[in-house]
């Protein structure tokens, strides 16, 4: 196969209310004539962030989740793509199980699809025994997944025994149910793609010689004319049915565009699909049950996996199935789309829950090529930026919508200043002996804070701004879980970012450097400052685990934040703020472990120091 769902949420008691009135309060400060005062007993309920489903959703979604990548071809070695799908989905994933903790609620699944032509054709050319092929590059898949951090569950290869029982079992479904028949074959067919493709989707174009031949419109990869006996699956009869199904769930493929683009697609004219291809043509593959003159076809072969991995044909993957979110590419759309659910329903089952679709990376502007030369060697990556760098990079800067440009010095740019110099900055502002000798969360002082704002008096240090910080951190979790549910993770980080901008400008704004903790006018001020930076750099560290575990821990770990403190059923913002106890005031910070990012761009080293003072 070449190139997950989040649930939907329930709104947090009392959020939207509190950050209204709180956004309202400080407005009135800065001159605008509003008639709402805050009251703090509005604020008790929104302090914490449900570990619950967040929005409404039926029980067997909130109980379970199964998250799938594409399984990868292995004709040849991972690219930064195959890491951008798998990311997507490992912080799909990640952030479920810190909603949802229990280990046995979410499952996620990737792997390598191992049949087919190209496999063949590649193992030949590499003058290998196809098995010897597939074991090498799923080895380099393997081991990319585990150097990048990705929690899946199950790696699945199609040249499992488990999978070729399930291939087998479905293959008989669809024979039981009358939607395969043997019959003559004819058309064009794309290796690269491993497709049949109708005369529309063909163009002839000049090959390097000059010659004319014939491609795919798609893909650009050449076509040649077939002609075979095969089975054929009766895909045109469940045209309709899918589109019933796409329009009476409007939110089944995310982003939109994709969801409107398969609903044109079943504009067209919906022919059946050859399922089987002749086995002295495509040997490598599984035979179809009853008629060793056939292998099954590839696509049908690499689809079933995502059963196999839930224990079909045995009845336990029923409870898995209706749960099931695929993240995929854009370019295998139409096989999970359109065929993938049509196959399913001649089967009898559901069409998946949710299917999340990204587009791809260029290079420099360009679309990565072996012949170009520009391909991006992901380990490379992991090596030069550190894992939870790129990581970041690219959830950051990946936008599922449209194509996204890969080249170094944006990497560079985007990491020393968002997580060196803003995150890092930050932290080494707020721990900085000469700042916090205590080592220790200050006390917050709510003289000097108080939640009522307008308030005036010589002890009253918080401004509008401030205020304004709090809303923005009180709101931002369920922030996060939207973007999370809408597949823009892109969206939950620049959210983040923002917020981290703030929190340095709320630093900044009030100078903790400059009071004296000897002061008694001072002194309660300043841990009050340090305290909400403290608060805000630990729910960063917290909504960040899903895409840069290792950074996210360090941080966690150096503000005192116990294991099982970390989820999101425990994140209680600001709590001091709202009238209640702090479980951090007075505690001791963890051990100093360094900078929590280095730079990359060292010439500009200065500003590290500089935020340590």
Not at 82 to 91: C, I, M, N, P, V
Not at 361 to 377: A, E, P
Not at 490 to 517: D, I
């Amino acid at each position: 196969m070449r190139s997950s769902h989040v649930l939907p949420e329930r709104p947090l008691r009392g959020l939207g209310r509190v950050c209204t009135m709180l956004r309202i309060s400080a407005l009135r400060l800065l001159g605008r004539t509003l008639a709402v005062r805050l009251s703090l007993p509005g604020f008790s309920s929104s302090r914490r962030y449900s570990s619950g489903p967040l929005g409404a959703g039926d029980d067997a979604h909130d109980a379970r989740a199964y998250f799938t990548t594409p399984i990868f071809y292995v004709n040849a070695a991972p690219h930064i793509g195959h890491l951008y799908s798998a990311l997507l989905a490992d912080a799909l994933c990640r952030h479920r199980r810190l909603r949802v903790p229990s280990a046995a609620a979410t499952r996620f699944s990737t792997g390598t699809d191992e049949h087919g032509l190209k496999i063949q054709q590649a193992a030949t050319a590499a003058g290998l025994a196809p098995t010897e092929l597939c074991d090498r590059v799923s080895a380099q898949f393997q081991q990319l997944f585990r150097d990048a951090g990705i929690s899946s569950t199950d790696f699945i290869r199609t040249t499992e025994v488990r999978h070729r029982v399930a291939v087998q079992h479905f293959w008989g479904m669809l024979k039981a149910r009358g939607l395969l028949y043997k019959g003559l074959y004819e058309g064009w067919y794309c290796a690269s793609d491993e497709c049949f493709l109708p005369e529309t989707k063909v163009s002839w174009q000049p090959d390097p010689s000059g010659d004319s031949c014939p491609v795919s419109l798609e893909s650009g990869h050449p076509v040649s004319w077939t002609k075979e006996e095969n089975y054929i699956f009766r895909l045109s009869q469940f045209r309709e049915p899918l589109q019933r199904w796409l329009r009476n769930n409007p939110q089944v493929i995310t982003p939109e565009p994709f969801h409107h683009k398969v609903l044109q697609w079943l504009e067209e004219e919906l022919p059946d699909l050859s399922v089987s291809r002749r086995r002295s043509h495509l040997h490598w593959g599984i035979p179809v049950p009853g008629d060793d003159s056939q292998t099954i076809y590839v696509w049908l072969d690499a689809l079933v996996n995502y059963l196999t991995v839930i224990g079909y044909p045995d009845a336990q993957f029923k409870s898995w199935w209706s749960t099931t979110s695929h993240v995929i590419g854009k370019d295998i759309l139409k096989f999970h789309a359109i065929y993938w659910p049509a196959l399913l329903l001649g089967a009898g089952m559901s069409p998946p829950y949710r299917i999340y679709v990204h587009s791809h990376w260029t290079v420099c502007g360009q679309k990565m090529s072996k012949s170009l030369g520009n391909v991006v060697d992901p380990r490379t990556c992991l090596d030069r930026y550190t894992v939870d760098g790129f990581r970041y990079f690219l959830l950051r800067q990946g936008v599922p919508s449209w194509d996204c440009d890969y080249y170094d010095e944006k990497v560079v740019k985007l990491l020393d200043s968002e997580l060196a110099d803003a995150l890092g900055g930050l932290l080494n502002r707020c721990t900085a002996s000469r700042i916090n000798p205590s080592g220790t969360y200050p006390a917050f002082c709510t003289t000097c804070f108080p939640s009522e704002p307008g308030l005036v008096g010589t002890s009253v240090r918080a401004q509008a701004e401030d205020y304004a910080l709090v809303s923005a951190m009180a709101s931002l979790p369920k922030e996060v879980a939207d973007h999370y549910a809408n597949f823009q993770i892109y969206k939950a980080l620049e959210a983040v970012s923002s917020c981290v901008r703030q929190t340095n400008g709320f630093v900044q704004r009030h100078a903790p450097w400059k009071l004296n903790w000897e002061s008694p006018v001072d002194a309660p001020w300043l841990g009050t400052v340090l305290h909400v930076a403290l608060e805000c750099l630990r729910v960063f560290g917290t909504l960040l685990q899903p895409v840069t575990p290792s950074l996210a821990d360090k941080l966690l770990s150096r503000l005192g934040v116990s294991a099982s403190e970390r989820g999101l059923g425990e994140l209680y913002f600001l709590p001091r703020f709202y009238g209640h106890p702090c479980p951090f005031e007075g505690r001791r910070l963890g051990p100093e472990t360094g900078l929590l990012f280095p730079r990359l761009d060292q010439s500009r080293s200065w500003l590290v120091k500089a935020h340590r003072t």
